[in-house]
């Protein structure tokens, strides 16, 4: 899922096929009369999240016929707001990519409504993007997908590209969108894009460095667990006015939360996050944080005793995550490190990295 602070390349056609599935009402971005998208040169543009926000469906949108035809209720909508920074550079290179819009400063912004499916993803890492479109691929490459069972398994099927082709040439050539074709040992194809597979080469057992390993680029281990010490830290210090948001609202118990709160957030789950590198960003972790005091002050009112704690609670943990960063930069230690240090906070044992979960299809 996309987070705050994210350079991600939005890719038209993906985005084409999910609309299918779930329509709006208004224009979709490269029809948009508030900017003059370049048809056919740019099929996918490389872009900055800079907000997210979590919604209700609205009442005529709250649920779709499934593939059986079956109302189904639709979950939250996550609402994304990108800013277009960069388009592809005529004859690019794998040295160069991109050419840089005029105005960056002031960059044109679209919205992307996204529920949960099983679709490829048309909001891709520039990580993950540039490494796929980078790689040399060629009709006999033995490579294999990844793709997430029910359970929440990964499960890879091996197979060897059969075929590449633009997807749709008459309208967007020369696009990488689902351009290989691939034949599953097991039998049976799909159409795959550069970054949703990976590459054995020739004579070889081991495989190309999965795209996922390359997302993980501003939230290094270090950060996180230096995080994670300053948050318990916090805890040990106001225990009982962090005691309501340490764990997540029992929805169950507290009535009707559910129906006004479309996305709960705890400590507790933060600093799980944290742990098992989920955050990719300073500000995806800030986001998470400021749900807490939002979600209170939807839930309750805002002069309460417990919006007010949530607000205080919310203000250090952000306070500590700007001070772990300028910390980071800089290269030095505040003085509310020399405290930690002398506390038992395991920082050793917060876990390993994890592939991130993706809907079906994973690099």
Known sequence: LPQIGDMVVYCVQGHQEYLKYFPISEAPPWRSDKVHWRIPDWPYVLCRVDELEY?????????????????????????????????????????????????????????????????????????????????????????????????GDIQFYIGVIKSKSDRDPSAWPSSPWGSLEVEYEVGGTDNFSPWEIQKRPANSTDWVEPFYLLEHVSCTPRFCDSLIAEFNLILDENELQVEPFLEPVPLDVVEGYADIVPLPMDIGTILDRLKNRFYRTKEAIIFDVSLIERNCHIFNSEESQISRDASSIVEQLIGAIEDVSDAKKSGKRDSRKRKIENQSVGASDSGTAEMPRRSRRLG
């Open 55 to 151: 919604k209700f469906p609205n009442l005529s949108t709250s649920s779709i016929a499934d593939e059986y035809g079956e109302s189904v209720k639709i979950p939250i909508v996550m609402e994304v707001t990108l800013s277009m920074l960069s388009v592809p550079l005529k004859n690019a290179s794998s040295r160069r990519l991109w050419y840089d819009l005029p105005g960056r400063t002031n960059p044109f912004q679209f919205h992307v409504a996204l529920q949960p499916h099983d679709l490829p993803e048309f909001l891709v890492l520039q990580q993950r993007f540039e490494a796929g479109v980078k790689t040399s691929w060629s009709v006999g490459d033995t490579v294999r997908a990844a793709f997430t069972g029910d359970s």
